[in-house]
């Protein structure tokens, strides 16, 4: 696909190069590709968005409340993070839409986080936000938010404060450990259904104690 300079870029949306600078610098508009001589450079997905709408305005766009949860059984979790998730964006009296997932904070194939990928790609996304980090991945937060940010697309994390959650963390590892050992055979395969045994068995005897 081709690539535009700051410069072309610059002239083909009608702003000066210091407008594209300052929007790199306030996360607005982040350049496709940086070389690793310092250079900018734009897209033609870029320039065809900025080209249809003939502004950078971000009226039109919408914020995306995501809220998800590791399993089936953590139902009753999901729903509280939606209750709170809608308290928190009708306070704000911009247009918003909740997307839900059930689905490991290591899984980068579940369907609402694709709804919001394609979304953002297709600078629909003003700002992203969750409850906590990890309710968007477990690992890969920093990929997602430099995609983001290349789309004018904000990520905002309402509570900062680190989150222990044994129970997911424990599926998370289980889905690690079962994916590896797919190609293992004999003594290690072997140890890994070990661990992966013990693992269940900690999670469960965690659930009891609740």
């Known amino acids: 696909m081709k690539k535009y300079s700051i410069g072309q870029f610059a002239k083909e949306i009608g702003v000066t190069v210091q407008t594209l600078r300052n929007w790199d610098k306030t996360d607005k508009l982040k350049p496709n590709y940086i070389a690793p001589s310092g250079h900018r450079y734009y897209s033609q997905q870029q320039l065809e968005y900025f080209l249809g709408l003939h502004s950078p305005s971000t009226e039109s766009r919408i914020t995306i409340g995501?809220?998800?949860?590791?399993?089936?059984?953590?139902?009753?979790?999901?729903?509280?993070?939606?209750?709170?998730?809608?308290?928190?964006?009708?306070?704000?009296?911009?247009?918003?839409?909740i997307i839900k997932d059930i689905g490991s904070g290591i899984n980068y194939n579940k369907k609402g986080l694709n709804e919001i990928i394609d979304l953002v790609l297709n600078y629909k996304v003003d700002?992203?936000?969750?409850?906590?980090?990890?309710?968007?991945?477990?690992?890969?937060?920093?990929?997602?938010?430099?995609?983001?940010?290349?789309?004018?697309?904000?990520?905002?994390?309402?509570?900062?404060?680190?989150?222990?959650?044994?129970?997911?963390?424990?599926?998370?590892?289980?889905?690690?450990?079962?994916?590896?050992?797919?190609?293992?055979?004999?003594?290690?395969?072997?140890?890994?259904?070990?661990?992966?045994?013990?693992?269940?068995?900690?999670?469960?005897?965690?659930?009891?104690?609740?």
Do not use: W
């Open 127 to 210: 700002t992203v936000v969750v409850l906590y980090k990890d309710r968007l991945l477990r690992f890969g937060y920093e990929l997602l938010d430099n995609l983001f940010s290349k789309h004018g697309t904000k990520i905002e994390i309402i509570d900062n404060t680190p989150k222990t959650d044994n129970q997911e963390l424990v599926e998370d590892l289980i889905q690690i450990v079962t994916v590896f050992s797919c190609g293992l055979q004999g003594e290690r395969a072997n140890k890994a259904k070990k661990i992966i045994k013990e693992l269940r068995e900690d999670d469960t005897s965690e659930e009891d104690k609740d």
């Open 66 to 97: 995501y809220c998800r949860v590791s399993s089936h059984k953590q139902k009753d979790d999901l729903e509280r993070q939606v209750e709170n998730m809608e308290t928190y964006l009708l306070s704000r009296g911009q247009p918003y839409k």
